[in-house]
Structure formats: structure tokens, C-alpha cells
């Protein structure tokens, strides 16, 4: 695999073509690199766990990285953040279509705050990526079985917690 030791396992006979896919879509040589790293890891994976070329699916990939944040992994990318490795994949015919998924209640919530950044406030569409994925973050760690939406509890301390914790996470101008 271009950049690494490791077998990639099932996808092997894609690496290259993913490779020269996402430079030609324009991304750096670095993050290049990271994103192969992720193909083989899902590879290696599918190995293990008997997943064949041509069925992998996104339940798979959930269930990919749901092994991976079990396992202790630090960098664990989302479902989201393979959506690249998801449309080469589908084009080169290793996925089928996407298949239809019920919306958890976060992101059904989620989406109706996006709705309402764009239509009542009117906001530039990075900065409702940033606050959708902002409260996609804060709803999905309180989440629990008793309350699926994460809001049960939910008081003006739980938000300073958050966003206090989210200022160490990013760089001042962010934190602004």
C-alpha cells in the first residue's frame, strides 16, 4: 500500500486506483496518505471478520468502526468521514448502492436544527456545518438507552460544560 507496511488486506487491488481517485479530486498528498491508511484498516478488517468484495455495505462500516473505538484506537474516523472511500468504492462496484437507513432521533433532530440555521437565521452553509456538527457532538455523548435524544436532563451547566471542554479542543478564534 502507497505510504505504509501494512496488507490492505481485501481492497488491495484498489488501493492504487482509490490513490490516484483522490488526487485527482484534489486532496494533498498528506491526507492522501491517511485516507489509504483507513482502506487498508477496513481491509484488514474485512478479513478478519469474513466480509466479502462486492458485500460491504455502510452496516459494515458502522460495524468497522465500532470495533475500532472498542479496541482503544485514538483516531477513529466516523461513518461521515469515510463518505470518499464510500463513493470510490460504490463507482468501482465494491459497494452497492446506498441503502436506505431509518434516521436515529439525534440526527432527525439534528437536521431540523439545520433547517433552521439556513431558513430563520439565514447562516452561510460552513458555518451550519459547523454548528450542526457542533450539536451532533454534544446531543451524541448524552445520549442513553433512558433517553435517546440526549435532552432529558439537559440545563444551561450541561451546555457550559460542553462548550468549556470544546474550547480546549480548538484554537481561540474557533472558541470565539
Same mark, same amino acid.
Given at each position: ?11 488491495? @487491488? +484498489?488501493?492504487?486506483?482509490? #490513490?490516484?481517485?483522490? !488526487?485527482?479530486?484534489?486532496?494533498? @498528498?498528506?491526507?492522501? #496518505?491517511?485516507? !489509504?491508511?483507513?482502506?487498508?484498516? *477496513?481491509? #484488514? ?10 458485500? *460491504?455495505?455502510? $452496516?459494515?462500516?458502522?460495524? +468497522? ?7 482503544? #484506537? !485514538?483516531?477513529? @474516523? ?18 452497492? $448502492?446506498?441503502? @436506505? ?23 452561510? $452553509? ?7 456538527? *457542533?450539536?451532533?457532538? +454534544? ?9 435517546? !435524544?440526549?435532552?432529558?436532563? *439537559? ?6 460544560? +460542553? ?14
Amino acid at each position: 500500500m502507497s505510504g505504509t507496511r501494512r496488507r490492505p488486506g481485501r481492497l488491495g @487491488p +484498489f488501493v492504487e486506483g482509490y #490513490r490516484v481517485w483522490l !488526487l485527482e479530486s484534489g486532496y494533498t @498528498p498528506q491526507t492522501v #496518505r491517511g485516507m !489509504l491508511k483507513d482502506l487498508g484498516s *477496513l481491509g #484488514r478488517w474485512m478479513d478478519a471478520e469474513g466480509v466479502e468484495v462486492g458485500a *460491504l455495505t455502510v $452496516a459494515a462500516i458502522e460495524s +468497522f468502526l465500532a470495533d475500532r473505538r472498542a479496541a482503544g #484506537r !485514538l483516531r477513529v @474516523p466516523t461513518v461521515r468521514a469515510l463518505r470518499s472511500m464510500q463513493t470510490y468504492l460504490r463507482e468501482v462496484g465494491v459497494m452497492g $448502492a446506498e441503502e @436506505p437507513r431509518a434516521q436515529s432521533p439525534v440526527e432527525a433532530l439534528v437536521g431540523e436544527y439545520r433547517e433552521w440555521l439556513i431558513a430563520d437565521r439565514g447562516l452561510a $452553509a460552513m458555518t451550519v456545518l459547523r454548528y450542526e456538527t *457542533l450539536a451532533r457532538r +454534544f446531543l451524541t455523548a448524552r445520549v442513553s438507552p433512558s433517553d435517546e !435524544l440526549g435532552v432529558a436532563d *439537559l440545563d444551561g451547566a450541561a451546555g457550559s460544560r +460542553f462548550l468549556l471542554g470544546e474550547c480546549g479542543r480548538v484554537c481561540l478564534g474557533s472558541a470565539k
